[in-house]
């Protein structure tokens, strides 16, 4: 689904039509959208590797208190979907990838009470086996043929490391985030800033050999001058 134009890009609806087409949705408002959309990354909406993709993700009470999942509130499943063939989920083309982002509270420290934002666990962990684990998070799928899913589940440790020991990809992926808490002025946003973000992701760059995370950076900068205006 393809929208055009500048304004309103009714956003909601092109992901409905998508979502009824298992497909994908972009807004086109340049030459180097449509090349992007059309040329660079049409392979990836037209082969799909994986389909009814559902992630689920445990977080160990030792190590975490509570948790918050930063976006995707239109895309959650109630627990018992996830083993239900039936229920319809995402798709995953060729080359494509999907990341989620988690904001947690370390065990021990005071968790916010709030029932729609926030899940957590009141149970201390009592399997110590388990106790050099973060999070489990399993990743069930079919085949583009198939009508059973297959399951995957990955045991993800603790490694106690700041965000600047991460990847390029995921604090360059964090800064987008704390840029959407900015934009909305959320009441989780913390010390997010314009400054932080510029700095986060302006260090996490890397190769951009398609130059799409200079024009990030540049979206914040016209961010941070139309907030300066207002």
Aim: proline share 1%.
């Amino acid at each position: 689904v393809l929208g055009f134009g500048t304004g309103n890009t009714n956003d909601s609806m092109m992901e409905k039509l998508a979502d009824k087409g298992n497909g994908n949705y972009a807004y086109i408002d340049s030459v180097e959208e449509a090349k992007k959309a059309l040329g660079e990354q049409i392979a990836g909406t037209l082969y799909t590797i994986a389909k009814d993709v559902k992630i689920q993700v445990e977080f160990n009470p030792a190590k975490v208190a509570g948790y918050r999942l930063i976006g995707y509130e239109n895309r959650l499943l109630a627990d018992r979907d996830f083993t239900d063939d039936k229920k319809d989920a995402g798709e995953i083309g060729a080359g494509h990838s999907v990341t989620a982002l988690y904001e947690i509270v370390p065990a021990g420290e005071k968790v916010e009470n709030d029932d729609i934002e926030l899940k957590y666990s009141k149970n201390e962990s009592s399997n110590t086996e388990f106790n050099d684990e973060m999070m489990t998070v399993k990743l069930r799928y079919k085949e583009p043929n198939a009508n059973e899913s297959k399951l995957l589940t990955m045991g993800v440790l603790d490694k106690n490391n700041t965000i600047n020991a991460a990847s390029e990809n995921l604090r360059f992926a964090s800064a987008v985030a704390e840029f959407g808490l900015v934009l909305r002025d959320s009441r989780y946003k913390g010390t997010a800033s314009f400054a932080h973000i510029n700095n986060l992701a302006g260090n996490s760059i890397g190769e951009d050999l398609k130059s799409y995370r200079g024009e990030f950076l540049s979206l914040v900068e016209k961010a941070r001058l139309l907030k300066n205006r207002n």
